[in-house]
């Protein structure tokens, strides 16, 4: 389905489809094996005509006052061949008032040979500094202080709003994010509830609509199909967090969807495929 695509889109394409996937990865963790209350989860990522396109391993690490997050991901099957993907993001940050205050993110990929380098700092005055290495290959309108400040990295606005679907029963969010080298607005609703395979009882469902601000490309304005999502959610383990069970986001190649396949933690041992 890949091969035949001009060089140059595949790579803007892939680079948005890998973003998006890294956004609403939803948990990550620093893997340490002692603290008490950590949740892994592997993620199958599929699109086209049954296409294995990616790996996701995610897992959350929360004690009372501390979070810390990580995401890996690994292109499979023919998707390795054009892609050689390897991504790691890891963000950690503070709990106060059942808020999530990030402190820091940073985000190493490995994409066809080249290697992207990004770095986020949350000075507790809310001032927030970004590098990102190389820098774009094409125009971009450029991400102000003033924008990127009271903003959340990608992964804690999707821990947040697992916390929020857990304690209020609504999807209703509204997160302002810069990713270290874009700003946008992510917003979530409610859908009707949906019942999965495999599962026991519906699924909350949630719409995610992203809007940009700033850093993306200046001739590629408006809403792409990328700026929407759609996630299924199943209150698999106890406590303040619900799981992301199904991942669906639109692309210029079509659907991709991500399937929950692995879940442990919190006294739970799930494996849904292998």
């Given at each position: 389905m890949l091969a035949w695509m001009p060089r140059s889109r595949r790579s803007r394409a892939y680079r948005k489809t890998v973003s998006l996937l890294l956004a609403l990865a939803l948990f990550g963790a620093p893997g340490q094996a002692a603290e008490p209350d950590s949740i892994y989860l592997r993620f199958e990522v599929f699109g086209?005509?049954?296409?294995?396109?990616?790996?996701?391993?995610?897992?959350?690490?929360?004690?009372?006052?501390?979070?810390?997050?990580?995401?890996?991901?690994?292109?499979?099957?023919?998707?390795?061949?054009?892609?050689?993907?390897?991504?790691?993001?890891?963000?950690?940050?503070?709990?106060?008032?059942?808020?999530?205050?990030?402190?820091?993110?940073?985000?190493?990929?490995?994409?066809?040979?080249?290697?992207?380098?990004?770095?986020?700092?949350?000075?507790?005055?809310?001032?927030?500094?970004?590098?990102?290495?190389?820098?774009?290959?094409?125009?971009?309108?450029?991400?102000?202080?003033?924008?990127?400040?009271?903003?959340?990295?990608?992964?804690?606005?999707?821990?947040?709003?697992?916390?929020?679907?857990?304690?209020?029963?609504?999807?209703?969010?509204?997160?302002?994010?810069?990713?270290?080298?874009?700003?946008?607005?992510?917003?979530?609703?409610?859908?009707?509830?949906?019942?999965l395979p495999g599962l026991a009882g519906p699924t909350r469902v949630c719409r995610m609509s992203r809007r940009r601000i700033a850093g993306f490309p200046v001739d590629r304005g408006g809403t792409e199909t990328t700026d929407q999502g759609k996630l299924w959610f199943a209150r698999l383990i106890p406590g303040d967090l619900m799981v992301p069970v199904r991942m669906e986001f639109g692309s210029e190649f079509g659907i991709f969807t991500a399937d929950l396949a692995e879940l442990r933690g919190r006294g739970v041992d799930l494996r849904f495929t292998e």
């Open positions: 086209g005509p049954g296409l294995h396109f990616l790996t996701l391993q995610v897992s959350v690490d929360q004690s009372k006052e501390h979070y810390s997050l990580v995401v890996d991901a690994e292109t499979r099957s023919l998707a390795d061949l054009f892609v050689d993907l390897r991504s790691r993001i890891e963000a950690r940050g503070r709990i106060s008032a059942n808020v999530l205050l990030p402190e820091a993110m940073r985000a190493e990929t490995h994409r066809r040979g080249v290697d992207l380098h990004t770095r986020v700092d949350y000075a507790v005055d809310g001032t927030v500094t970004a590098e990102a290495k190389p820098p774009p290959d094409r125009p971009v309108t450029p991400v102000t202080p003033a924008q990127m400040r009271g903003t959340v990295d990608q992964l804690t606005a999707y821990l947040a709003l697992a916390r929020h679907l857990a304690g209020h029963g609504s999807c209703a969010l509204a997160l302002a994010v810069f990713d270290g080298r874009r700003r946008y607005d992510l917003s979530f609703t409610d859908l009707d509830p949906e019942i």
